[in-house]
């Protein structure tokens, strides 16, 4: 797959593809941009995964590593993000809270397992351990996709579609007044 089609693919499953401008703008820029980390390692994963399929282990290989740069980037990220704005609570109710804090949940205990299977697979790939790197593969690539398909999921969700007040506004009267 070439890298056009690779960047092509990733516009098309990032959030915020066929969404007003101003929808994203309002979102802090770290939120919006740890969901298109997500989506984007989303896309370096299942492409990565195909090339493997295909026995096209350079391409798999490149694909993974952009894959475990992207997570980097996006964990460094999300801890930035949340160091600076703290929780964001969720503002949908009844059924819509009860999937929200169950895809929350499980996203958050395969996230705290992602960075360690990551490692230990780039580890067994560094030492040619390929048996061991399959069987793990095997187990980390569905984890590690439901975690960054979550991630975008759980964005859409708390800042799309069910938004709270503007975090800003909030902060400083004269800029909630319009001032």
């Known amino acids: 797959m070439s890298g056009a089609a690779i960047i092509a693919a990733a516009v098309g499953w990032l959030p915020g593809a066929g969404m007003p401008v101003a929808a994203l703008l309002a ?8 969901a298109l980390l997500n989506g984007l390692a989303t896309v370096l994963l299942v492409t990565g ?5 295909r026995g096209q282990w350079r391409v798999h290989r490149n694909l ?21 704005v703290g ?7 009844g059924v819509v809270r009860t ?11 395969l996230a705290a397992l992602v960075p360690l299977l990551a ?15 399959r ?12 975690v960054s398909v979550t991630g975008v999921v759980i964005y859409l969700m708390l800042y799309q579609l069910f938004p709270g ?14 001032i």
């Open 49 to 53: 995964w195909i090339a493997i399929a």
């Open 99 to 109: 999937v929200y804090l169950t895809i929350l949940a499980t996203h958050v205990v």
């Open 87 to 93: 929780h964001v609570p969720f503002r949908g109710t």
């Open 27 to 34: 979102v802090h820029p770290l939120a919006t941009l740890n």
């Open 64 to 84: 993974m590593v952009a894959a475990f740069a992207v997570s980097t980037v996006f964990l460094v990220s999300y801890l930035t993000y949340h160091a600076l």
């Open 119 to 133: 490692v230990a697979m780039v580890l067994l790939a560094w030492r040619g351990r390929w048996q061991a790197h």
């Open 165 to 178: 007040p503007d975090p800003a506004a909030a902060a400083s009267p004269a800029v909630a007044s319009g």
């Open 135 to 146: 069987r793990l593969g095997r187990i980390t690539l569905p984890v590690w996709l439901y």
